[in-house]
């Protein structure tokens, strides 16, 4: 196995267990905007710290002109994951049935994102993992 490959992928899932712990646990009378202003200003502090040690000091300026559209409609999309997942739990879903269909729901649709906008190959191995998903997702759901 090589290393390169396993590490980021051990990242995001230890990172998306704490994520929908913290999600689970929010207290149910808390603003949802208001933990989330307090998430992005932590986060914000992190990677501004993270950011400057990476680059250098001397390379910020250089390196924020390279940022483009997508930041914005990423951070767009962040918001709209934060508050799906916190009304997802606050309606009663369980951590480990949300995380299952929303992960599944959107392999499905990246399987075709990725055929229509980057003209990725979709095999049959796919399309029948895809068919095998939505039968998942009736049966968790039944």
């Not at 149910?28 to 905007?33: G, H, Y």
């Not at 309606?91 to 229509?116: D, F, H, K, M, R």
Request: proline letters at 3%; aromatic letters at 12%.
């Amino acid at each position: 196995m090589n290393w390169n490959l396993i590490w980021p992928i051990l990242i995001v899932i230890a990172s998306n267990t704490f994520y929908n712990i913290c999600m689970k646990s929010m207290p149910n009378d808390v603003d949802p905007f208001g933990a989330l202003m307090v998430t992005y200003l932590v986060s914000a502090i992190i990677s501004a710290i993270i950011f400057i040690f990476m680059v250098g000091p001397s390379n910020v300026s250089l390196e924020i002109g390279k940022i483009n559209w997508t930041s914005i409609v990423l951070a767009l999309a962040i918001v709209g994951l934060e508050v799906g997942y916190v009304f997802v739990y606050r309606v009663g879903w369980s951590v480990s049935t949300a995380s299952i269909v929303a992960n599944i729901g959107l392999a499905c649709v990246l399987i075709v994102v990725g055929y229509l906008l980057y003209k990725e190959n979709v095999s049959l191995h796919q399309l029948f993992g895809i068919f095998v998903c939505m039968i998942g997702l009736i049966l968790i759901n039944i």
